[in-house]
Every structure is written in C-alpha cells, then in structure tokens.
C-alpha cells in the first residue's frame, strides 16, 4: 500500500459579492513517499493475440486491487491563508 503525506493550503479570497471568505486555490504538497512495492496480483490481459500482464492498478477498480497497488493519501496539515492576514 502506497502511502502519501501531504500539506493542503486553501488560499481564501473574499469579495463583495460573496462576503464570506472563500477557497480561489488549492495546493497539496506531497511532504512523503512510502512504496507499496512491486504488484502481487497482475492482471493478464489479451492484446492483438497476445497475452500481457500489467499491475492491477492499472486494469482494477480500487475495491480489487492487490495491498501493494492500493493508495492511501493521510492530510497531515490543513491551513487557510488569506491575503489580508484575515485568518477563517
């Protein structure tokens, strides 16, 4: 199971139409990495007569995939910046 940790940053922006502070970006930065590994279950499928396996991420829904292909994305940070230094 691939894991990543990542960092949201909203930037907020407030308007006069919509005086509420709202979201008008959104970045994720990826702070780490841990590989799942190499596929436990390929999946072989038939191209031109011929018979290849792939990794199942690439050919299953999420629910059948083997633990090695499967991701999981762990939020260790939400922040919401605003432009003014208004803090929502």
Request: aromatic share 2%.
């Amino acid at each position: 199971m691939t894991i990543y940790l990542v960092d949201i940053v909203h930037t907020l922006h407030t308007c006069p139409a919509n005086p509420e502070p709202h979201p008008v970006d959104t970045r994720r930065i990826v702070l780490d990495v841990i590989p799942g590994g190499p596929c436990r279950a390929p999946v072989a499928i038939r191209c031109g007569g011929q018979t290849a396996l792939i990794p199942c991420h690439r050919h299953e829904p999420a629910k059948r995939q083997c633990g090695a292909c499967r991701v999981i994305v762990t939020e260790r940070t939400i922040t919401n910046h605003h432009p003014t230094g208004v803090a929502a």
